[in-house]
């Protein structure tokens, strides 16, 4: 059974920064893509990052690509999220997930979920 468990959410004012950190059990990381995603109250989860399975390549929402920055360490099992220069409006619910494919920004093509970790950005 493959497992994620988020953490690193939290408190933080604008123009701060956090580091989510995910950790993944029960499948071989490194054979799987990753992925981040945000859900905001009363909006629809959206794509945030992605990263191939060897760490090779990254995708990123346009709006964020250069304030956050997706990261894996294959030896812990695990996969970052760094996001500075946070805004109110990143404000939401964030998820990990893992897919069989290279790397997708398709949250329909990820077989794996963790719950979430909580980001609030006070203004």
């Known amino acids: 059974q493959v497992q994620l468990v988020e953490s690193g959410g939290g408190l933080v004012q604008a123009g701060g920064s956090l580091r989510l950190s995910c950790s993944v059990s029960?499948?071989?990381?490194?054979?799987?893509?990753m992925g981040w995603f945000r859900q905001a109250p009363g909006r629809e989860r959206e794509f945030v990052a992605a990263i191939a399975y060897r760490g090779g390549t990254t995708n990123y929402k346009d709006s964020l690509r250069g304030r956050f920055t997706i990261s894996r360490d294959n030896d812990k099992n695990t996969v970052y999220l760094h996001m500075n220069d946070l805004k109110p409006e990143d404000t939401a619910v964030y998820y990990c997930a893992g897919t069989e494919f290279l790397i997708t920004n398709n949250e329909f093509k990820y077989d794996y979920w963790g719950r979430g970790t909580q980001v609030t950005v006070s203004s």
């Open positions: 029960g499948r071989t990381f490194s054979s799987i893509g």
